[in-house]
C-alpha cells in the first residue's frame, strides 16, 4: 500500500536552543521512501547526520520564539509482516557482531531482571521464534493498553509489575524479555496505518534465524503498512526529538492515510 504519513511539531521556545529531530525514514525492506518534503518555520540551517543504529537525524538550533516543523511522507510499504513459526533460535556465539549489543540491559529494558518470567511465558514454546511470539502474545493479553497510565521515565520492570501502559511500555518489555533468552530484540518507532488512535507508534524486532522479524503486542494479529523512522536499543535512541535547552511542545499532528 502507498500511503501519505507525516508529523507537524509547534514549539515555544523561551531563548534558542540546540535540538536533534529523528523524522526521516529510510528505503529498506519492507518500504520505498517516493517522496518527501520538510518545513521549517522560521528556516534554520540543518545538519544531518546517520547516528550508530543507521537513523537519520536532524540537527538545529531553534530560533527564540514560535518554531515549527513538519514533514509529510509518500511511502510504498508491505501489505503483510514476515512471520516464521518454528524459525530457529541463533545461539550467542554464532550471532553477527551488530546483533550483540542488543542482548544488553539497557536504560529502560532491564532484561537481566526478568529471566524468570521470560521463562515462564516461554515454558511450552520452541526457542527462536515460537519464544517471541508467546512473550507478544503474553503481552497483548496481560498488559492493558491505556493512555495516561506511564510517562518518559516508565521502564519494562514498571511495566511487567503494574502491566498496563502504551506502545513503547509494551515494546519495552518484549525486548527485555528477548533478550533474557540470549534473543537480540530491538525497538523501533514510526507510522502504523489505522492505528487507533493516530499518533506515532513502537514495537519491536527480534533476531532469530538469521534475521530480523517484527513483532508487535498492541495488536492481536500481524499487520503491516508500517513506516520505520528509527531504531535503537530503547526510547532514548529514537526520541522524535532530543532537545538541549528549553522548548515546550505546543502542539502535535500525525496523520498517515492510503495515498490512491
Same mark, same amino acid.
Given at each position: 500500500?502507498k500511503?501519505?504519513?507525516?508529523?507537524?511539531?509547534?514549539?515555544?521556545?523561551?531563548?534558542?536552543?540546540?535540538?536533534?529531530?529523528?523524522l526521516?525514514?529510510?528505503?529498506g525492506?519492507?518500504?520505498w521512501?517516493?517522496?518527501?518534503?520538510?518545513?521549517?518555520?522560521?528556516?534554520v540551517?540543518?545538519?544531518?547526520?546517520? /547516528? +550508530?543504529?543507521?537513523?537519520?537525524?536532524?540537527?538545529?538550533?531553534?530560533?527564540? @520564539?514560535?518554531? *515549527?516543523?513538519?514533514?509529510? =511522507?509518500v511511502?510504498?510499504?508491505?501489505?503483510e509482516?514476515?512471520?516464521?513459526?518454528g524459525?530457529p533460535f541463533?545461539?550467542?556465539?554464532?550471532?553477527?557482531?551488530?546483533?550483540?549489543?542488543?542482548?544488553?540491559?539497557?536504560?529502560?529494558?532491564?532484561?537481566?531482571?526478568?529471566g524468570?518470567?521470560?521463562?515462564d511465558?516461554?515454558?511450552?514454546?520452541t526457542?527462536?521464534?515460537?519464544?517471541?511470539?508467546?512473550?507478544?502474545?503474553?503481552i497483548?493479553?496481560h498488559?492493558?493498553?491505556?493512555?495516561?497510565?506511564? /510517562? +518518559?521515565?516508565?521502564?519494562?520492570?514498571e511495566?511487567?509489575e503494574?502491566?498496563i @501502559?502504551?506502545? *513503547?511500555?509494551?515494546?519495552? =518489555?518484549?525486548?527485555?524479555?528477548?533478550?533474557?533468552?540470549?534473543?537480540?530484540?530491538?525497538?523501533?518507532?514510526?507510522?502504523?496505518?489505522n492505528?487507533k488512535p493516530m499518533?506515532?507508534?513502537?514495537?519491536?524486532?527480534?533476531?532469530?534465524?538469521?534475521?530480523?522479524?517484527t513483532?508487535?503486542?498492541?495488536?492481536?494479529?500481524?499487520?503491516?503498512?508500517?513506516i520505520v523512522?528509527?531504531?535503537?536499543?530503547?526510547a532514548?535512541d529514537?526520541?522524535?526529538?532530543t532537545?538541549?535547552g528549553?522548548m515546550?511542545?505546543q502542539e502535535?499532528?500525525?496523520?498517515?492515510?492510503?495515498?490512491?
Amino acid at each position: 500500500m502507498k500511503l501519505f504519513a507525516g508529523c507537524e511539531l509547534v514549539y515555544d521556545v523561551p531563548a534558542p536552543a540546540p535540538v536533534v529531530f529523528m523524522l526521516r525514514p529510510r528505503s529498506g525492506a519492507g518500504q520505498w521512501v517516493i517522496s518527501e518534503e520538510y518545513q521549517i518555520e522560521p528556516g534554520v540551517p540543518v545538519i544531518e547526520y546517520t /547516528d +550508530s543504529y543507521g537513523n537519520l537525524c536532524q540537527r538545529l538550533m531553534t530560533p527564540e @520564539g514560535r518554531f *515549527r516543523i513538519q514533514i509529510t =511522507l509518500v511511502v510504498e510499504t508491505a501489505d503483510e509482516i514476515d512471520v516464521a513459526p518454528g524459525a530457529p533460535f541463533v545461539p550467542v556465539q554464532d550471532l553477527p557482531d551488530d546483533t550483540l549489543q542488543f542482548l544488553l540491559p539497557s536504560r529502560y529494558c532491564q532484561s537481566d531482571r526478568l529471566g524468570p518470567l521470560a521463562a515462564d511465558i516461554t515454558a511450552n514454546a520452541t526457542p527462536g521464534y515460537d519464544q517471541v511470539e508467546a512473550i507478544r502474545n503474553w503481552i497483548q493479553s496481560h498488559v492493558i493498553y491505556q493512555y495516561g497510565t506511564s /510517562d +518518559s521515565s516508565t521502564s519494562a520492570i514498571e511495566t511487567a509489575e503494574k502491566r498496563i @501502559g502504551v506502545c *513503547r511500555d509494551f515494546a519495552h =518489555l518484549g525486548i527485555s524479555l528477548c533478550r533474557s533468552l540470549n534473543i537480540p530484540a530491538r525497538m523501533v518507532v514510526g507510522y502504523l496505518h489505522n492505528l487507533k488512535p493516530m499518533d506515532l507508534h513502537a514495537w519491536f524486532e527480534a533476531f532469530v534465524d538469521g534475521r530480523w522479524y517484527t513483532f508487535d503486542a498492541t495488536q492481536k494479529e500481524p499487520r503491516g503498512n508500517r513506516i520505520v523512522v528509527a531504531y535503537g536499543r530503547d526510547a532514548a535512541d529514537v526520541a522524535l526529538a532530543t532537545q538541549f535547552g528549553e522548548m515546550q511542545l505546543q502542539e502535535m499532528k500525525v496523520w498517515v492515510e492510503e495515498k490512491l
